[in-house]
């Protein structure tokens, strides 16, 4: 059973480690379904963005201890998808 592509990219991560890794690696980064793979990935950034992808590296980012006076909570954890794009796609989110 496939997947949707909006099911598999939640949303790309704007950080400066994000633009760091565009600007001079040709990176992107997304946040990812935690179940997706690197295929469905790959797959789901060249259906949305239409570009051609060389290669996708995962981690999955642990959710974070976090109190509130009395009360202590975990943040959910999370996955990050390093997505290489080939050498034509450069501007991938320049604006207009």
């Known amino acids: ?11 790309p991560l704007l950080t400066e480690k ?10 992107v980064l997304f946040e990812v379904s935690l179940d997706a793979n690197k295929i469905e990935i790959r797959d789901a ?10 290669s996708v590296r995962t981690q999955v980012v642990r959710g974070k201890l ?6 202590v909570g975990r943040r959910p954890k999370w ?5 290489s794009l080939a050498e034509g796609d450069i501007d991938f989110f320049a604006a207009g």
């Open 45 to 54: 950034v060249e259906a949305i963005y239409d570009v051609k992808v060389e």
């Open 79 to 83: 996955k990050k998808a390093i997505v």
């Open 1 to 11: 059973m496939s997947k949707q592509p909006g099911e598999v990219i939640k949303r």
């Open 18 to 27: 994000g633009t760091q890794l565009s600007e001079n690696l040709q990176q």
């Open 66 to 71: 976090k109190r509130l006076g009395r009360n």
